[in-house]
């Protein structure tokens, strides 16, 4: 790399040879000019001069004279040719070259390029010949330009004599330079590259004058900064060591902290789990086997909803305690065939009591072209339009909740949209992009309004993103919200809509006085199935029930009659014994229930028995296992007793249960079993110590190994996986299923046919039971009758065969302090003249009268309750005097017959 002093010296050298070249150049072009203007003017002088005198020989044409002038005249050394010309054209006379050259540069035409000049080697000009002022032809001549290459030359001469002097001006001044700043600046240079390789910061730049003196002194005050951090550093390592010592205790704290908050946190899901599994055991076994048991279609219906709502309810709960999988993002969704349809009916029952008691009225409409079946999470589904129905109910304080489900063309295929329209407060425009933020609501004093955390809308958005979709809302204040999501269609199966019959007369339907959403789908069915909607004239009709209880008898039509009736509301059977109606169908609508009333109305077939139609799944036969010998150990007495319930329904009949572990022991060394069920947490000896010691016992007296199932509500933390450790053989999770139930006796036992355990003699006599329960209700007597027992013994073994004395105690308790109330309800709802609340607190009277076996009671109270709805309380009013001493003489019998101790029952009734 050349260094600083010979890049000066060779940028000085440089510049003086570019001016050089430049001066050159521009007095070279100056001088041509010079010379071109001195050439021209000296050969129009002469040629002027040989115009004149050959004026008078031109004039006579006399060839000798004009040749003479030229000779007389044109003599100098520089022309090479002259001549006279004619005006024609012609020549008079010449003298010279006899050879014109074609390139000569003509001087009279103006400015002439100086780089013309140097490329040619004749100069030529013409002046014209005159005579009284009238041109009579021309003198030419033509000159050599020799001498411009000699001028030319002295310019450069000068030029690079000039140039000299200045490069040797130039080289002084370097060197001056060089003196004065290069040399301290590689100086400055050497100290750097010393400090930098050798890290010698003691060194300093030598000074001089200006800036560069101004930059070593900079320099230095760098490296004695630099000593000083350095001495700071090392005074600070000296102590760095116990800061690190410090730190690293903190560190462990901290960690050791961190670790057992997070055993706390694993401990308080583990606990939480088995806190809210144990009472959900009993909820949905006892759910399950309500809605196996032999009801009639409507209630067995509701049975099979709060089965479905209970295990959707605890994969809810399984996602919420496994909090690890939230935290790592891993949120499953399953794929199975789910029907959309079935969706929307839970929903809308599920929320159907509160949208009832809001005054709001609730529809699902589902468009004909949604599939049958789809691939789908049917828990998360219903998860996700149960937060919106939830969150629509809240914020809507009158009017409409619609369900909407439709098909939409998306870019990747056919995509499911879901819809929730209300008429509630709506949400402003500036706050419709946070509304799925977490904790988020649209205003701060929503959540003093109306409650809530903002979290469920938050859920919502994350469940659609795991299935694919995207959910997204519309809204504006005062008008309402409409919340929406969209999924991905896979593996969609077709489902035929109702079409209209050609022989099903009418072909019209006029709807009465429905709410908006439930008219919208019912419009929407209706006109899909080919119906035609009218305001009046003949045709089918669905009217509201109070439509048609407000005018007393039948609407007059050619059509058929379906009321509307609100869930759970039984007043509607009047209607059809009246014949006021032809069909019922329950408020929310349920596609279950309301497409099999659309299908007979379009094909014209009748109706159903039932007002309401079954489910279109009917519940699978469960296997049956007589043959096995079951422990149960448990602590809980509602375990132990749902866990003897779910087993009776399969069968069993040889059951053993007991409250602890230590008692599980000694009764497997007592006697032989064939499975085990053994809780895990258990007071004196728990469930796993108590397996470890069954199994150690097993090794030491070399018994059979009897298989023993955990049967216990620990699903996360360290219970969920100890019983390996303690020598089980598998894990039956609460709350459990019949199915479960049968899968693990099934793994242990031999079950039996399920056609043949289908009609077994407890199972018909249960039948027996329910039908005598029924009866009552098809066709109430007036009054109780002499001859009707007092209790009903069949009832009362039908109690027996679900628990034990304690089961029936605990009824019979629940019993005595419900009854009075009811009956008193019932004496000032008669006294009164209020017939709705007296139809409503006999009607409570009648049914639990009718569990509990009070066969007097529950004829008395079914009958002032059939009263009441129809309007005549007089005749059953008397028969309500006598109610009092009536209960009096259940209580006691009950007391009797079951043995439970009746004292605060007598408080309560006056005895």
């Known amino acids: 790399m050349r260094s600083l002093s010979g890049r000066l010296a060779l940028a000085v050298a440089g510049a003086v040879a570019v001016a050089l070249l430049l001066l050159t150049g521009l007095s070279t072009w100056r001088e041509v000019e010079r010379y071109a203007a001195a050439k021209r003017e000296a050969l129009r002088m002469t040629a002027q001069i040989l115009a004149a005198s050959a004026a008078e020989a031109t004039a006579r044409g006399d060839e000798a004279a004009a040749q003479a002038t030229l000779r007389a005249i044109a003599h100098g050394p520089a022309l090479v040719y002259a001549a006279v010309e004619r005006a024609d054209g012609e020549i008079l006379a010449e003298q010279g070259i006899g050879l014109r050259l074609s390139d000569d540069i003509d001087l009279d035409q103006g400015h002439v390029s100086p780089l013309d000049l140097m490329s040619t080697r004749t100069l ?98 760098l490296l004695q900064a630099i000593n000083e951090r350095d001495r700071a550093i090392a005074r600070y390592g000296a102590g760095l060591e116990e800061e690190v010592r410090s730190r690293t205790r903190d560190l462990i704290e901290a960690k050791q902290a961190a670790d057992s908050a997070n055993a706390a946190k694993s401990t308080f899901l583990a606990t939480m789990s088995h806190e809210i599994r144990t009472p959900m055991n009993g909820m949905l076994v006892m759910a399950e086997l309500l809605a196996a048991a032999d009801l009639p279609p409507r209630q067995q219906r509701y049975a099979r909803v709060i089965a479905r709502s209970g295990q959707s309810l605890l994969a809810i709960i399984n996602d919420i305690l496994d909090f690890a999988k939230v935290e790592a993002g891993r949120l499953e969704v399953e794929r199975i065939p789910v029907s959309p349809r079935e ?86 425009q500036d706050r419709l992009a946070e509304i799925f933020t977490a904790f988020t609501q649209a205003e701060q004093s929503t959540s003093r309004r109306f409650g809530g955390t903002g979290l469920g809308l938050s859920i919502a958005e994350r469940l659609i993103a795991a299935m694919g979709g995207q959910v997204g809302v519309e809204s504006r204040v005062g008008e309402g919200s409409t919340f929406w999501a969209r999924l991905p269609v896979e593996g969609a199966e077709a489902t035929d809509a109702p079409r209209i019959h050609r022989t099903a007369a009418p072909a019209t339907v006029r709807l009465g006085a429905l709410g908006h959403a439930t008219r919208t789908a019912l419009a929407g069915d209706l006109q899909a199935a080919g119906f035609r909607l009218a305001e009046d004239g003949d045709g089918h009709r669905l009217l509201d029930a109070d439509e048609i209880r407000a005018l007393g008898r039948r609407p007059e039509g050619h059509g058929r009659i379906v009321a509307l009736v609100p869930v759970g509301d039984s007043a509607g059977a009047a209607l059809l014994r009246a014949g006021h109606a032809d069909a019922l169908l329950r408020r929310p609508v349920a596609q279950s229930e309301w497409r099999p009333l659309l299908a007979a109305l379009a094909e014209g077939t009748p109706f159903s028995a039932d007002p309401v139609a079954p489910d279109s799944e009917a519940a699978p036969a469960l296997p049956s296992f007589p043959g096995m010998r079951v422990l149960v150990a448990d602590d809980s007495a509602v375990n132990r007793e749902v866990a003897t319930e779910a087993l009776a329904r399969l069968g069993l009949r040889d059951v053993t249960t007991v409250e602890d572990g230590q008692a599980a ?159 008193a309800d019932l004496e000032v709802a008669l006294a009164a003249g209020d017939a709705p609340v007296a139809a409503r607190a006999a009607h409570s009277l009648k049914s639990m009268s009718a569990n509990i076996g009070a066969a007097q009671l529950r004829s008395v109270a079914g009958a002032i309750e059939g009263a009441a709805r129809d309007g005549t309380l007089s005749g059953p009013s008397r028969d309500a005097a006598g109610l009092g001493l009536l209960l009096e003489r259940t209580l006691r019998a009950l007391e009797q017959r079951i043995g439970a101790p009746a004292t605060e029952a007598g408080r309560r009734t006056g005895t």
């Not at 509160?354 to 599939?371: C, F, H, N, S």
């Not at 009017?399 to 402003?428: C, F, K, Q, W």
């Open 124 to 221: 030529r000009v013409a002046v014209p010949i005159e005579e009284n002022a009238r041109a009579i032809g021309r003198v030419v001549l033509v000159s050599d330009n020799r001498d411009l290459a000699a001028r030319i030359a002295e310019v450069g001469l000068t030029a690079a004599l000039a140039g000299l002097l200045a490069l040797a001006l130039g080289l002084a001044v370097s060197m001056g330079l060089q003196r004065s700043v290069t040399r301290p600046l590689a100086a400055l240079a050497r100290t750097m590259d010393a400090v930098r390789l050798r890290h010698d910061y003691a060194q300093r730049a030598q000074g001089g004058s200006g800036e560069v003196g101004a930059l070593a002194a900079t320099f230095n005050d």
């Open 665 to 823: 022991v000694d009764a497997v060394a007592a006697h032989a079993f064939d499975l085990v069920l053994m809780d895990g947490s258990m007071p004196v000896l728990d469930g796993f110590a108590a397996a470890a010691a069954i199994r150690a016992a097993e090794a030491r007296e070399g018994r059979a190994r009897v298989p023993i199932v955990a049967l216990t509500a620990h699903v996360v933390g360290d219970g969920a996986d100890a019983w390996r450790a303690a020598g089980m053989d598998g894990m039956l999770a609460k709350p459990f299923t019949l199915a479960q139930l049968a899968a693990v006796l099934a793994t242990y036992g031999e079950a039996r046919d399920a056609a043949q355990t289908a009609v077994t003699p407890e199972v018909s006599q249960e039948r027996s039971a329910a039908g005598s329960r029924q009866a009552p209700q098809a066709a109430l007597p007036d009054a109780a009758s002499p001859a009707d027992p007092l209790l009903d013994e069949q009832t009362l073994l039908n109690l027996a065969e679900l628990g034990d004395g304690d089961f029936l105690a605990r009824i019979f308790e629940l019993y005595a302090a419900q009854a009075p109330k009811a009956l």
């Open 343 to 428: 969706v929307a009916d839970t929903v809308v029952t599920l929320f159907a009591e509160r949208a009832r008691a809001a005054g709001l009225d609730l529809a699902a409409q589902i468009d004909p072209d949604v599939p049958g079946r789809l691939l789908g999470d049917p828990v998360r589904l219903g998860q996700v339009l149960g937060n919106f129905v939830s969150n629509a109910l809240k914020f809507t304080a009158s009017g409409h909740v619609l369900v909407r489900m439709a098909m939409e063309a998306g870019t990747a295929g056919p995509v499911l949209r879901l819809a929730v329209t209300d008429t509630g407060i709506g949400i402003p």
